[in-house]
């Protein structure tokens, strides 16, 4: 979203990548709350699991998180058990990179809804400066030399710790803790971007989810040309994912590709593509060319799509050719973008080498990609940003870790002869890392055909022919 979302059957899976998504992607139920939250939980604990290996690798003997009910730190709602819905009263947990086993004892139990682990202090509740002063004989216990805390002035996943949270916390420690706290943006920005593998299978049901609802969407069960308008479409994608019991990080977008760019990009402003159509929307007509930006939120997890549709004339069979090669352009870009997705490598740097080939091949497009999972725009590196073509400051900085997932968002424009015009054709699918030597692939699939919009009336006028 941009401008203006047994065993044997585990592993298989894990290892299916496919390039051309299903034709006929399904509606895959969500399971009971009650199993939701089991499964979250368990992906929780396998993350937490990691938080030592996290710290030693960024240099940092210890990490503090701290926030009161309704002011949560943003990695807070990547550490939370399913059924926790905000941090209660003060909740301040310390993670160590070598917990100590006799801090599990010392302490008492963590009260109903934190998430203490056996392995780390974990986190401490209350009202009053007590939760200080335990915080404080948990840190002298373990004497860490440095205690990261996410102040970062930049990078939003990092940059959690409230100013007033802060202060408090500071005069409850003292300077000699102070001393010792540093900002390492890394530690929140990985801990949250990088995925455990048993979150996949659920993620790709659920992408196949969307995949389907647009199909739903992109036809005549939701589309009467003449009649229906943008927004009556998206209203349409917002009840039927409610009726399916998911929900979304962003209303859906649908708009009429007639110009050459979506956004008033010399103005350095994002402007949504149908804006100037009024809140009403544009009425949908016989020979449009359809964009849709969906996302589905289910389980801890987003997904962000953007396909195109076509409807038929009375009479049509098919897409126009010039229409087909704009996608089929499309498609190309994503490959270019998706192939220098590399560990290691900065956003700016995977801009450059991706836009660096676009441009070689004389394609005309942009890129905007970025990471998804626990947030729609997750923690990461950002690989362009429609306004920023040549360096993003700060996010564009950070570089890819292993077991991430990004959202391959983009455009290019293309002229279209029959319409005599250049369009824009924007496309996004998700990826996933698949290991070393296979890299990036797409979690589900992705869009190399229009979706056709065929209508009773359409329908009739070629059962006539």
């Not at 929900?247 to 990009?265: C, I, M, Q």
């Not at 002869?417 to 890392?433: C, G, H, I, K, S």
Request: proline share 6%; glycine share 8%; with cysteine.
């Amino acid at each position: 979203m941009h401008w203006l979302t047994t065993f044997v059957p585990a592993v298989t899976a894990l290892l299916w990548e496919p390039v051309l998504g299903d034709p006929t992607p399904k509606y895959n139920p969500l399971p009971p709350p009650r199993e939701q939250a089991r499964i979250q939980n368990a992906w929780t604990e396998e993350r937490k699991a990691g938080i030592p290996a996290l710290l030693k690798k960024h240099g940092v003997e210890a990490w503090v998180i701290s926030q009161r009910e309704y002011a949560e730190e943003t990695v807070f709602w990547s550490l939370k058990p399913a059924s926790t819905f905000s941090a209660r009263r003060r909740t301040t947990c310390l993670f160590l990179a070598e917990p100590l086993a006799a801090l599990s004892s010392s302490t008492s139990s963590p009260p109903e809804g934190s998430f203490a682990s056996t392995q780390q202090p974990g986190c401490v509740v209350g009202w009053t400066s007590d939760v200080w002063a335990t915080l404080k004989s948990q840190l002298e216990a373990a004497n860490p030399a440095t205690v990261a805390v996410d102040a970062h002035p930049e990078i939003a996943f990092a940059s959690g710790l409230h100013a007033g949270e802060y202060r408090a916390m500071a005069a409850g420690l003292g300077g000699e803790w102070t001393s010792r706290m540093v900002v390492k943006p890394e530690i929140a920005v990985e801990f949250i971007a990088t995925q455990p593998r048993s979150r996949l299978p659920r993620y790709r049901k659920i992408m196949e989810t969307a995949w389907a609802m647009i199909a739903r969407g992109f036809s005549a069960h939701a589309v009467v040309p003449g009649r229906t308008t943008t927004a009556d479409l998206e209203w349409w994608f917002r009840e039927e994912m409610l009726a399916h019991n998911f929900s979304t990080w962003f209303h859906p977008s649908v708009s009429v590709v007639d110009e050459a760019l979506p956004w008033a990009a010399e103005m350095g402003t994002e402007v949504e593509a149908g804006a100037h159509e009024g809140a009403g929307g544009r009425v949908i007509q016989y020979g449009d060319m359809l964009h849709v930006d969906f996302g589905l939120t289910a389980m801890g997890l987003n997904t962000d799509t953007q396909h195109l549709g076509y409807v038929l004339r009375p009479g049509e069979k098919d897409v126009p050719q010039g229409l087909k090669d704009g996608l089929k352009k499309g498609n190309r870009l994503q490959d270019i973008v998706r192939r220098n997705i590399a560990v290691g490598r900065t956003g700016n740097e995977m801009l450059k080498a991706s836009l660096g080939e676009m441009h070689a091949e004389g394609i005309q497009g942009r890129v905007y990609t970025h990471p998804i999972g626990d947030w729609g725009h997750s923690a990461g590196p950002l690989i362009g940003m429609t306004n920023m073509q040549d360096y993003v400051s700060a996010s564009g900085e950070l570089a890819a870790v292993r077991n991430m997932w990004f959202s391959v968002e983009l455009l290019v424009e293309h002229y279209v002869p029959e319409r005599n015009q250049t369009l824009w054709f924007a496309l996004e699918e998700d990826v996933y890392w698949a290991g070393e030597e296979k890299g990036w692939q797409w979690v589900y699939g992705r869009q190399e055909e229009f979706r056709l919009i065929k209508t009773a009336e359409t329908q009739g006028t070629m059962e006539e022919l």
